[in-house]
């Protein structure tokens, strides 16, 4: 089935504008409908999410890119909207990167995020304690903007955790420096938005927005080490995109996890969607039409 999602130019239509987009982070076909059926103009496939949903794993780096481009296929071709997809470490040396790119299009993503972590990575907000060299973290931004040349068109999100990487042996200053150091050099090279990775207080976000150029990302994510702001103080501040990565994750893991309990009390859970709803969610309805069609 040829993927239906929005494609890269719809992605760079978004970020045209002069607003904050906020972008709640998708983990299959599901929850990205969800999203798109919410009004929502564009999600983002989160890596943590993925990990959890389809392997019960952590955020470490144990799924395979055929892994998640198998999830990311699936997706892309259950909504209408743009997609971004958790790119990683690009999977390896600038050649995986520039393979990694043409897949994710093929696969239908409208974007791809790629951070300069050391492979296997892990989750940002859980201890990151080393990213690549500079030399290394350019060669592999160079590689991506090379793939979109040669025709991978997806909009780079570049993405550094420096900030967290660095903090323990320099310092936190040193470190964000180090951060937005990088995150220049990815806009000089041609990265089509910007992620600061785990920042720790409102004036390094300030900080970030003052001093990289071009479109920014922000990562709200409930229990880690970065404020949780509203995205109107996110858009005054400077930001883009605002992603929610765990939030549909954990509201949904919260409600299975209700739902159990009622059902080992003898009750059936208060909080669903009707069998209606359901069947309208999955397009029982549209397929049905389809079929008495083809009867006929």
Not at 85 to 105: I, P
Request: aromatic content about 6%; proline content about 4%.
């Amino acid at each position: 089935m040829t993927p239906i999602a929005g494609t890269a130019s719809d992605l760079r239509a978004l970020l045209s504008q002069e607003s904050c987009h906020v972008m709640p982070c998708c983990f299959d076909a599901l929850s990205a409908r969800i999203v798109e059926q919410a009004g929502c103009p564009l999600t983002f496939m989160s890596g943590f999410s993925v990990a959890a949903a389809r392997a019960g794993l952590p955020d470490t780096g144990l799924l395979t890119v055929t892994e998640m481009l198998d999830q990311g296929r699936n997706l892309c071709n259950a909504v209408s909207i743009p997609v971004i997809g958790d790119g990683d470490t690009g999977h390896g040396n600038a050649a995986n990167v520039q393979r990694t790119m043409h897949q994710f299009k093929q696969a239908g993503f409208a974007g791809i995020m790629l951070e300069d972590q050391i492979s296997p990575k892990r989750c940002g907000h859980a201890g990151v304690k080393e990213v690549v060299d500079r030399d290394n973290a350019v060669e592999r931004m160079s590689a991506a903007v090379e793939a979109r040349r040669q025709g991978a068109d997806l909009v780079i999100v570049a993405r550094t955790d420096a900030r967290s990487a660095f903090a323990e042996r320099y310092g936190e200053r040193r470190a964000l420096d180090e951060a937005l150091w990088r995150l220049k050099a990815f806009a000089d090279l041609g990265a089509d938005v910007l992620f600061l990775e785990a920042p720790r207080s409102e004036q390094e976000m300030q900080r970030f927005c003052n001093e990289v150029p071009g479109k920014r990302m922000a990562n709200m994510l409930e229990g880690g080490v970065t404020p949780l702001l509203s995205p109107e103080q996110l858009g005054a501040m400077g930001f883009n995109l605002v992603a929610y990565p765990l939030t549909l994750l954990a509201s949904a893991a919260f409600a299975m996890r209700q739902a159990v309990k009622d059902l080992q009390n003898g009750k059936t859970p208060e909080t669903m969607l009707s069998f209606p709803e359901l069947k309208a969610l999955v397009n029982f309805d549209a397929y049905d039409d389809t079929v008495g069609k083809q009867a006929h």
